[in-house]
């Protein structure tokens, strides 16, 4: 995740539906050192049997899997424009045709819960709703999607979507386009 440029040392997590649960980073390993090994597997009750501990924000990754039966994997991390925004409490508007890829015309941004807990974790599920990636107040983001490659992806193109936005506040007064020009590239 750090050479895609959506996330600095251990922070952030990915996690993947596996079996009758799910693969998730560990907590604080960093990622260019990390192995299959260190990768940890969770059920869906959060009991795990590993020699590292699994990420903090196992809750809210193991409720969208088990909320979401088109998710099959979620990233997490704190890319610098989209927590910019989301320190700011800021939804993304519809200022490019690519916000079509979250799922609607505009990319929410839960309101804010520590990290960790079940108030996050409903949070995160109540901005997702209908939706593919949303930013979390004070925190991050999270993408989703059917595979790891399409959550990714989402997860960086969220950031440059973050970033376009950002600049185009700079310059002028951004142009939001009408929801039905979204619903075309939908």
């Known amino acids: 995740m750090n050479r895609t440029g959506i996330n600095q040392g251990t922070a952030g997590n990915i996690s993947v539906r596996w079996k009758s649960g799910l693969l998730i ?6 990622y260019e050192e990390m192995t299959v090994d260190d990768v940890v597997f969770m059920d869906m009750d959060g ?21 979401r039966g088109d998710v099959n994997a979620v ?4 890319p610098v424009y989209a927590t910019a925004f989301a320190i700011c409490g800021m939804e993304i508007p ?13 990319i929410r941004c839960a309101r804010y819960a520590t990290y960790g807990t079940e108030e996050l974790s409903k949070a995160v ?16 983001m999270v993408a989703t999607g059917p595979d790891l490659r399409e959550a990714m992806w989402l997860a960086v193109e969220l950031e440059t979507l973050c970033k376009q936005y950002a600049l185009a506040l700079q310059i002028g007064t951004p142009r939001v386009l009408e929801a039905e020009e979204i619903d075309k590239d939908g």
């Open 125 to 140: 599920l109540e901005a997702l709703s209908g939706r593919t990636c949303a930013l979390l107040a004070n925190h991050g």
């Open 25 to 30: 980073t560990p907590s604080g390993v960093p």
């Open 47 to 67: 009991g795990y049997q590993h020699r590292l501990a699994a990420s903090s924000e196992w809750r809210f990754h193991r409720d969208i899997l088990l909320a």
């Open 75 to 78: 990233v997490h991390a704190h």
């Open 94 to 106: 519809a200022v490019h045709y690519m916000i079509a890829a979250a799922g609607g015309p505009v």
